[in-house]
């Protein structure tokens, strides 16, 4: 046995030995009974089984994942769909045959359908028979990743990662896949590390049993050498220590080593994402962004549901500033109902402040239950993909707007300050001639629009670089605006994260920092070698 | 677009009949496929729907057999409805082909 290399990109940081789970389609190997009734029991068991999985993966998904699974539940669920086999197993044929014959007949019509809609179900019906004949056979299936293996596989959707346990450690080696995908943002959240792009997965005879992944450099190692193994599991024991150590200090408040304090804040994708975390390991809350409502209420949220949020984000802050971003659809982040489908190029579309101020009646009940929340802490409002002055002006006259409605009824409720994010280059370069109450850098953004290279397209990855020098003088320009009109200024986005910016960061003048709360210590842990 | 055929004699369960067209995007495909069959399970009443006012006439309780239907956007679905609560069962089926099945 020699061990097989793999380089690719790094995804999601750290370091990963497990045994290896491959998410290729596995061919069910299982032995007949022999008797159709035990045959018929072990179908319905498995159909049952199959079931139950998809339930449970519902619970952790939303919006359209939420909605194929439910398809596939309502499908599971009639009896129709196995009718074909059940009459076969009675004839003598063994359930796993039975099965697959009658579900490629069901598959056959839906791909010979003359509508794509219908076309497009075969998938569907693909993923059903599938987790059914894993049942059957007892085959590891996709929602069934053991917890601390490393999952190897050309792609992974998010439903599948969800469905894992990433607590007992464990990793995912992609052949296909992109530092950007919903997934990667997942593993960096949980702290799984990923490496994507690896190529091809093939092997001589034996699939891999043991794999190391080096999420930091985009390296996958399948069947270490015991010596590869030995010198890998010191490089993790001594990242481990350090992470300890991290860990351990996170709760003090971040200084670099000549003494400045550095502001750290979290950023935050849903309320979920605060549960169990202490507040006092940040200085307050960055970014929370608001998709998740919409997401999740497979619409638009009424202006109680968004002000339940709200309140409940400023009630963990304990009197810490938190600043929420109004909805920021479009781009990468279609939404059914509001955003706009098959634009030629969405990211430079109808997307984020542009949307809501398309889109009043919408922006109007956010503001609102914006407002409302205010009084219960220390809120500050946020606008994504400002680019001119005049976006500013409208969403602040219609702050004002909603705000004094809101009293005149009585509503208990605050004006909060209104902010811009700094993510079009054109805002960046003129930043002081908005009238912002305070700039918030989107690194992400940024990037990808003064590069003009996407963070989802692997081939032009490497351009989208938020370090390279263009970038750095766009930062340091916002930062130096915000210093010329006396207002704060901070960074949410992956180059907060990103510990080998964070000098480069600091040197511009920045004084906060957002992150994912998983990267609070370590980003800490980075400001305090700074300036030594 | 109803047709009621309200002629209910003494016997409750003559059919009731009535049809309306598909006005949602992509048809009668998976989401719903799901609502309807849903809506229809709601209901002691046998119903049935159909591309055509006299079959083949399809279960409206079976998503597969439903989906098995593939009825594109602009088709007229024509409803059957046997049961006491056959009324009922009609004008909700109905509303909801009226409604785009809640994403028109």
Redesign the interface.
């Known amino acids: 046995m020699t061990e097989i290399h793999l380089i690719g990109r790094a995804a999601s940081p750290g370091l990963a030995i497990g045994p290896v789970t491959m998410l290729a389609a596995a061919i069910a190997r299982r032995t007949a009974s022999g008797d159709p009734a035990q045959e018929a029991a072990a179908l319905r068991a498995a159909i049952e089984g199959a079931r139950a999985e998809i339930a449970e993966l519902i619970k952790m998904v939303q919006g359209e994942v939420a909605d194929i699974l439910e398809f596939q539940v309502a499908m599971l669920e009639d009896d129709a769909l196995a009718d074909a086999a059940y009459e076969a197993i009675s004839a003598g044929i063994a359930a796993d045959h039975a099965w697959r014959s009658a579900l490629d007949a069901e598959i056959s019509g839906y791909r010979s359908a003359e509508d794509e809609y219908f076309r497009a179900r075969a998938a569907d019906i693909v993923d059903i028979r599938d987790r059914v004949l894993a049942h059957l056979s007892g085959v590891d299936t996709v929602a069934r990743i053991t917890g601390g293996s490393i999952v190897a596989a050309d792609e992974i959707t998010p439903s599948a990662f969800l469905a894992a346990d990433w607590t007992r450690g464990g990793a995912i080696a992609l052949a296909g896949g992109s530092p950007s995908s919903h997934v990667a943002m997942l593993a960096r959240a949980r702290g799984a590390p990923m490496v994507v792009g690896l190529g091809p997965l093939s092997w001589n005879g034996q699939p891999p049993a043991l794999a190391l992944v080096d999420g930091d450099a985009g390296t996958v190692i399948f069947d270490p050498e015991p010596e590869t193994r030995r010198l890998f599991e010191r490089r993790m024991a001594a990242a481990n220590a350090a992470l300890v150590a991290a860990e351990a200090a996170s709760v003090a408040p971040a200084c670099t080593a000549d003494g400045r304090r550095i502001s750290v804040l979290l950023n935050v994708t849903a309320p979920e994402d605060l549960a169990g975390l202490d507040p006092a390991i940040c200085d307050g809350i960055g970014l929370v962004r608001t998709e998740f409502l919409f997401e999740a209420s497979h619409g638009l949220p009424d202006e109680d549901t968004q002000y339940a949020v709200y309140r409940r984000i400023l009630a963990w802050a304990k009197g810490r500033p938190v600043t929420i971003r109004t909805l920021d659809a479009g781009g990468d982040k279609p939404i059914r109902g509001l955003t706009i489908d098959g634009e030629s190029n969405p990211f430079l579309g109808l997307r984020g402040i542009r949307l809501s101020l398309a889109r009043p009646e919408v922006f109007r009940v956010q503001l609102r239950a914006l407002s409302r929340a205010a009084v219960h802490g220390v809120l500050k409002v946020m606008l994504p993909m400002i680019a001119v002055p005049a976006e500013l002006d409208r969403a602040c006259v219609m702050l004002d707007t909603e705000f004094a409605a809101l009293r005149a009824e009585g509503t208990a409720c605050a004006r909060p300050p209104l902010g811009i994010m700094i993510e079009v280059p054109a805002a960046a370069l003129c930043a002081e001639d908005f009238d912002a109450a305070f700039y918030s850098i989107g690194s992400n953004d940024l990037t990808q629009y003064t590069m003009a290279a996407a963070r989802d397209i692997g081939s032009v990855a490497d351009l989208n670089d938020a370090g390279h020098p263009a970038v750095m003088a766009l930062i340091a320009r916002t930062v130096e605006a915000a210093r010329e009109r006396n207002v704060e200024v901070s960074l949410c986005g992956d180059a907060a994260a990103d510990t080998r910016l964070t000098s480069a960061l600091l040197a511009t003048g920045l004084t906060s920092l957002s992150v994912a709360p998983v990267a609070v210590a370590r980003l800490k842990a980075a400001i305090a070698k700074v300036g030594s | 677009m109803h047709d009621v055929n309200a002629s209910r004699a003494a016997n409750a369960f003559v059919p009731l009949m009535a049809s309306a067209v598909l006005v949602n995007a ?2 009668l ?3 719903p ?2 609502k309807l ?2 809506c229809a399970k709601g209901f002691a009443a046998k119903i049935e729907l159909a591309l055509a006012p006299d079959g083949p006439w399809t ?1 409206a309780k ?4 439903v ?2 239907v ?1 009825a ?1 956007q602009g088709a007229t679905l024509h409803f059957r409805v046997t049961g006491p609560d056959g009324k009922a069962a009609l004008a909700a089926v109905l509303a909801l082909v009226h409604d785009g099945f809640g ?1 028109a």
């Open positions: 992509v048809g495909h998976a989401r496929s799901v069959t849903q279960d079976s998503p597969v057999k989906m098995r593939k594109p994403e």
